[in-house]
């Protein structure tokens, strides 16, 4: 009943679309007729019968995880609200999270009307208030502009605009649609602050979301004991780590703390996790046996030990409630809940049971929880402490060093199981990461997390606190240093990821060396995995789903170039670190070329995050005269007529000529010195990729009789309704189009009259927001895989 329970959530999860309503509750119909047969039949054999169970757990936790989804996407927004300035009134449902350009914050929506009419809105949305677009308002202007202090609980009306959540879609990459759905959020938008709209204003203070109220008058407390001047960027990155321990902020730890955390592999420890609710439950169940013991009416009553029991999940629960209440958070709480009921019960069941009683009870309620990377390291981890039955022998050993080395083993056996789950998950693995969790668990979880709490008792504990974590940053920085701190490798399919684990499991377990062995060759698959190249003479594209900004991978045989960098999206975020170092590490790619096809943001923002990945890449463009992309290192400019050979694949730059680089009214116009790259194969299947050039360009390019003729086009300027010119099209005679937009573009990319030239002559259309990261070979011209479309699932956004 529990593997059915589990799968039926799973098999639910990989529908690319809903059913109806109807279809759902038939199916749910049927499961419970099944069962009541079941239950007053005793027809079939013992193995028969133990399969109808599991067919009717999984059928019906399928109708009801699909009933629940069926019922959330109505609440959906609507299309038509999209874009609009909606006047809304809600309470503020999180603490705001301050952001570089202002702040963001989670609005539990009251009422909402349209010029003046009353509309329908989702229940919780996410907004940004910014203040960057009005810096160079007068004064007056610009400070009602700035986002006032605002808390939890508060009650606000303020004019927005919407949008249905809708993020990037690449291979291996995060799912920012489903971490909102798990979130109960159907919008994403910000707050108007504009000349024209009704200002922001807060109506008054409820007593709603006390406990998010508490949280941020912590965190606020300690950002001003431990870093009072907001200008010390030490400080504050201490006081972030601090708060990020005690209430679960974990946006909190500045972006590179949180790359020495990954690369040592003690991320985990630096916010809410289960290992610190498990603790707390713990030592709360200690505390809550000894003061019981010390009342014989109480013992009398209920047993100390099930009274600690009971304490100590009650205690965890509180815990976990006032860090944030987490998804890991209450997965934790609910496995802390389901093992001390059958204790308390006085239930002894074999340990896989009640492995997988803690699975269906965390699935149940959250099903989209399997989705999660968090919930299989969790859940394999106890599988795996369980299996290589490490606490049923010498767990009662009473010598400091047999605790020790009680220790070490479980952190060995944990590190060595997980391994290949991580390479499978993540990519990568930290080779110091047995190192420094044998340092950092004791010392975060005994030291510098109590530190912290008990600030919120007596502030000064916090310096005690930051001091902590400023001792342990210092040798988690030096052990980032090492060499090959930290592995990556390509992302490995499911089935090698699988052996892995079972692998590093019998490698673990106390067995024979012999058998032990026979794990080593289960690992390989997921070390050595390579992703599939185009064969010699043919080259593959791939255009990454950035939002606003291009990115487009070149591969052949043995050699890649990775044309543009996608854009930055704000001071401390860009779609090098966001998109595309995640690629290209799971892609296993070497990127020989980073070419950048001229200054604009949109186009050069990853670039520094790639370079740091890819510091063999050779830098090329047409971005002189621009003293922060001069940072980036040498750079080779792009000219027409250079060319070069890989792999029997054609390369050759058509634009800019030499005598329009540096000089003339073009010099400083960014658009009309971009990169013009064609790619042709052996075969004569070739590629455009166009830059940002105007018809000013496309008209010198079909004047002078270049080569224009490409298969695939990656259409200029994003479409922009100043390029894509009737002439150019002609010339270039694409089969495909490749436009790289965000959604609902606010500069109003691909423009509908380039849409329509496009559309008379033929050429089929692939847009990012529609299509995700979209996938191109030379081999198949007439083929593009999207990665939204290929890969949907019911909870990402379809594009009206």
């Known amino acids: 009943m529990l593997l059915g329970t589990v799968a039926g959530a799973a098999l639910q999860l990989q529908q690319p679309a809903l059913w109806p309503a109807w279809a759902y509750s038939a199916l749910g119909v049927f499961a419970v007729a099944l069962a009541w047969w079941l239950w007053h039949s005793r027809r079939g054999g013992a193995l028969l019968r133990r399969t109808l169970i599991s067919c009717v757990a999984a059928l019906a936790v399928l109708a009801l995880t699909g009933l629940r989804a069926s019922h ?25 999270q301050p952001i570089d350009a202002g702040l963001r914050l989670r609005l539990e929506v009251e009422s909402a009307s349209l010029a003046g009419a009353p509309v329908q809105l989702p229940a919780l949305i996410d907004l940004g208030w910014y203040r960057g677009e009005w810096e160079e308002a007068p004064d007056l202007v610009q400070a009602q502009r700035l986002p006032e202090p605002l808390r939890a609980g508060e009650r606000w009306q303020m004019t927005v605009r919407l949008k249905a959540p809708h993020g990037a879609r690449n291979p291996h990459g995060f799912d920012y649609e489903l971490w909102l759905w798990e979130q109960g959020v159907q919008a994403t938008g910000y707050v108007r602050v504009g000349p024209r709209d009704v200002p922001p204003r807060r109506v008054d203070t409820t007593w709603r979301h006390p406990v998010e109220h508490a949280r941020q008058g912590v965190r606020d407390a300690i950002f001003d004991t431990l870093a009072p001047d907001s200008t010390d960027a030490h400080r504050v990155r201490l006081a972030g780590v601090v708060a990020a321990l005690v209430t679960g902020d974990q946006r909190a730890i500045d972006r590179a703390d949180w790359d020495v955390f990954r690369a040592t592999g003690v991320a985990h420890l630096m916010s809410i996790s289960g290992l610190h609710i498990t603790l707390f439950a713990w030592l709360a169940a200690a505390v809550v046996q000894a003061l019981w013991r010390r009342s014989q009416r109480l013992c009398l009553a209920l047993p100390a030990p099930s009274a600690a029991l009971i304490g100590g999940v009650l205690l965890a629960a509180l815990y976990a409630l006032f860090s944030g209440w987490g998804v890991p958070a209450q997965r934790t709480v609910l496995m802390l809940t389901t093992v001390s009921l059958l204790r308390l019960g006085g239930l002894r069941w074999p340990w896989p049971q009640v492995w997988l009683l803690a699975c269906a009870v965390v699935v149940v309620p959250d099903p989209w929880a399997l989705q999660q990377p968090g919930f299989w390291l969790s859940f394999v981890a106890v599988a795996v402490l369980f299996a290589t039955d490490f606490v049923a022998n010498d767990a009662i050993n009473k010598s400091a060093g047999g605790r020790f080395l009680s220790l070490l083993r479980e952190q060995w056996v944990v590190t060595l199981a997980l391994t290949p789950l991580g390479l499978l998950l993540f990519g990568q693995v930290s080779l110091v990461g047995l190192v420094a ?33 400023q001792a342990l940053s210092a040798i988690l920085q030096w052990l980032a240093t090492w060499p090959w701190a930290q592995v990556a490798v390509p992302a490995a399919p499911l089935w090698a990821g699988v052996a892995g684990v079972a692998g590093g499991v019998l490698l673990a377990m106390r067995l ?52 543009d960098a996608g854009p930055r999206y704000s001071r401390v975020s860009d779609a090098g670190a966001r998109v595309l170092v995640p690629l290209l590490r799971a892609l296993g790619e070497r990127v020989d070329v980073l070419m950048l096809s001229h200054r604009d943001s949109d186009h050069t923002g990853g670039a520094f995050a790639v370079l740091a990945q890819q510091p063999q890449a050779r830098l090329t463009g047409s971005i002189a005269g621009d003293p922060t992309l001069q940072a980036l290192g040498p750079a080779t400019p792009c000219l027409a007529g250079q060319r070069w050979h890989w792999d029997g694949v054609d390369f050759e730059l058509l634009h800019p000529l030499p005598d329009t680089v540096g000089t003339g009214p073009q010099a400083q116009r960014s658009n009309a010195l971009s990169c013009v790259l064609r790619v042709v194969d052996a075969h004569g299947t070739a590629a455009l990729l166009a830059g940002d050039i105007e018809a000013a360009q496309e008209q010198a390019l079909v004047a002078r009789g270049a080569a224009l003729q490409a298969d695939v086009l990656l259409v200029p300027h994003h479409g922009s309704k100043t390029s894509s010119s009737a002439p150019f099209l002609d010339a270039v005679q694409p089969r495909t189009a490749l436009v790289q937009a965000a959604y609902r573009s606010r500069f109003g990319h691909p423009a509908p009259e380039v849409l329509q030239r496009l559309r008379e002559r033929g050429i089929a259309v692939v847009e990012s927001p529609r299509c995700g990261a979209a996938t191109w070979a030379s081999a198949q011209p007439d083929r593009v895989g999207c990665e939204r479309r290929d890969k949907m699932r019911y909870w990402q956004h379809p594009v009206p």
């Open 72 to 96: 959330f996407a109505a609440g959906a927004l609507n299309p038509a609200l999209e874009g609009r300035d909606i006047l809304v009134a809600g309470v503020v449902a999180a603490m705001p």
């Open 512 to 563: 024979p060396w012999q058998v032990r062995a026979l794990g080593l060759p289960l690992l390989l698959p997921v070390l050595l995995w390579q992703d599939a190249r185009p064969v010699p003479g043919r080259f593959e594209l791939l255009a990454a789903d950035v939002g606003q900004g291009t990115a487009v991978l070149v591969r052949t045989a043995t050699h890649t170039l990775l044309y």
């Open 437 to 469: 969790n044998m340092l950092a668990i004791p010392w975060v979880t005994l030291v510098v997390t109590p530190l912290a709490f008990a600030g919120v008792v007596w502030a000064p504990l916090w310096q005690a606190a930051a001091w902590g974590v």
